[in-house]
């Protein structure tokens, strides 16, 4: 046989072993996960079960001053952020604000930021 051929058989098997190995692993790993219907919780203990172990925030305002606080909304947590200034965000914006929870403070300051786009402000 040729070098060529060798070479190209070579690689048309171990290209089908990267392939399939993987695969199987894939299968043979989930194989052990599969769920039955007839034991599928409601939604809300899915929600639950998934934020149970979540850090959350929320917004406080007191006296003009608008805080991040950590814990579910109507909880009192720690104040992680202090006064950040909402003289220009919408009214409704504010009313909003109070009824939200973030699970991030990625999420809180994109929040913050769509608050104080110049479009709203228009």
């Not at 040729?2 to 070479?7: C, M, T």
């Not at 992680?80 to 929870?101: C, D, F, N, Q, T």
């Amino acid at each position: 046989m040729s070098r060529w051929k060798v070479i190209s058989l070579v690689l048309l098997i171990s290209l089908g072993i990267g392939c399939l190995v993987p695969a199987a692993t894939f299968w043979w790993d989930s194989k052990d996960q599969a769920h039955s219907a007839l034991s599928t919780p409601d939604s809300e203990q899915i929600v639950s079960s998934q934020s149970a172990g979540r850090e959350s925030y929320h917004f406080g305002l007191e006296q003009g001053v608008l805080s991040v606080i950590e814990g579910k909304p109507g909880e009192n947590g720690d104040v992680v952020i202090s006064g950040l200034s909402v003289e220009s965000w919408p009214k409704e914006i504010m009313e909003m604000a109070h009824r939200v929870e973030f699970y991030s403070l990625d999420e809180v300051q994109s929040f913050i930021d769509t608050a104080t786009e110049s479009l709203w402000l228009e």
